[in-house]
């Protein structure tokens, strides 16, 4: 059983910078796509980033030029970099590797 952990969460103030990551316990980083979602209190979750296993990334319109998705094959671990993070950014971070999805990750942006 794949099991992904998710960290890098915290609260931050308006304009600043949290790095996330979502480490496998096997090697699928890069086998399979993968995501970042995201899901505020009250609303749906929503999709914020992808990352194909060949290396394409897709963004929400509402991140992009902010917030960067990665990988790191050789430490099994995926990444989303969030810069100038925003009020309206507040939400649990999940990832999601082919069908596994980690626990979440609170971030909350408030100053």
């Known amino acids: 059983q794949v099991q992904l952990v998710e960290s890098g969460g915290g609260l931050v103030q308006p304009g600043g910078s949290l790095r996330l990551s979502c480490a496998a316990s096997m090697r699928i980083v890069g086998i399979y796509d993968m995501a970042w979602y995201r899901q505020a209190p009250g609303k749906q979750r929503e999709l914020v980033a992808t990352?194909?296993?060949?290396?394409?990334?897709n963004y929400e319109a509402s991140v992009k030029e902010r917030f960067t998705i990665s990988r790191d094959n050789a430490k099994t671990t995926m990444y989303l970099q969030m810069n100038d993070l925003k009020p309206e950014d507040t939400a649990v971070y999940y990832c999601k590797i082919h069908i596994y999805w980690g626990q979440g990750t609170q971030v909350t942006v408030s100053s």
């Open positions: 990352i194909t296993n060949g290396g394409g990334t």
